[in-house]
């Protein structure tokens, strides 16, 4: 079964709004998470390291001011797209650290803003 | 983390062996390799790792050159669900990152009847 869930699985917005997306890890903590963003036909690009209890880190040319991150619980991170626009269209996707140094990923978010 | 360069794409007949190579020529001495792969519209699955031994698991074969600047993800049988696109990604094996993974273009794999 899953270990990471994200929810919801496909939100669609107007321009303007503001979306919350959740990661959770399912019976286990993940002190840090990662947020990638893929584009159509594209491969995953990582945004930003979520971490426990203190500030995202955000890649180069991610506006942190843009795209908030809480990780507020060792269970749970979220990304919030603030004032959505088309172009921040995309399908986002979220993965959690496991003890054996690979990744869990959670079966993405598709985004659509109108 | 050391580059990666995989071709675009590959077709393999279902039940074949799926050969998928991988070049890092710039791989460190303590740089794993690892593959995922990622279904249409699903996130990206763990399928493999190693070092510089050879590797298997249930899903595949993880075949490292000696010189470790190449390797081979091999599914022995592939069937129409392996149709995927396939990430070989190099990269310090825990470290401060906390494990982030930079991903190429990847090889898309389509497994035809």
């Known amino acids: 079964g899953a270990v990471v869930s994200q929810h919801p699985s496909r939100v669609i917005c107007k321009s303007g709004t503001s979306v919350k997306i959740e990661c959770r890890s399912l019976?286990?903590?993940?002190?840090?998470m990662f947020w990638y963003r893929q584009f159509p036909k594209q491969s995953l690009m990582l945004m930003a390291t979520?971490?426990?209890?203190?500030?995202?880190?955000?890649e180069q040319g991610v506006e942190k001011d843009k795209f908030l991150i809480n990780h507020a619980s060792l269970t749970l991170s979220t990304l919030t797209v603030t004032s959505a626009h088309p172009e921040d269209s995309s399908f986002y996707i979220c993965?959690?650290?496991?003890?054996?140094?690979?990744?869990?990923f959670g079966p993405g978010t598709r985004l659509t803003v109108l | 983390d050391a580059k990666t360069t995989q071709p675009p794409s590959m077709d393999c007949a279902e039940g074949r062996a799926a050969n998928l190579p991988c070049n890092h020529s710039t791989i460190s001495g303590n740089e794993y390799v690892y593959w995922y792969r990622q279904i249409h519209s699903q996130g990206p699955q763990y399928i493999i790792h190693g070092l510089k031994n050879n590797e298997t698991n249930e899903m595949a074969s993880l075949i490292i050159t000696e010189d470790r600047k190449s390797s081979t993800l091999i599914l022995p049988h592939a069937t129409l669900r392996d149709t995927a696109v396939y990430y070989c990604?190099?990269?310090?094996?825990?470290?401060?990152?906390?494990?982030?993974?930079?991903f190429g273009q990847g090889t898309e794999l389509s497994v035809k009847p």
């Open positions: 019976d286990f903590q993940a002190t840090t």
């Open positions: 990604i190099v990269r310090v094996a825990g470290g401060n990152q906390g494990g982030k993974l930079i």
């Open positions: 979520s971490n426990e209890g203190s500030k995202a880190t955000y």
């Open positions: 993965s959690a650290p496991n003890p054996t140094d690979t990744q869990y």
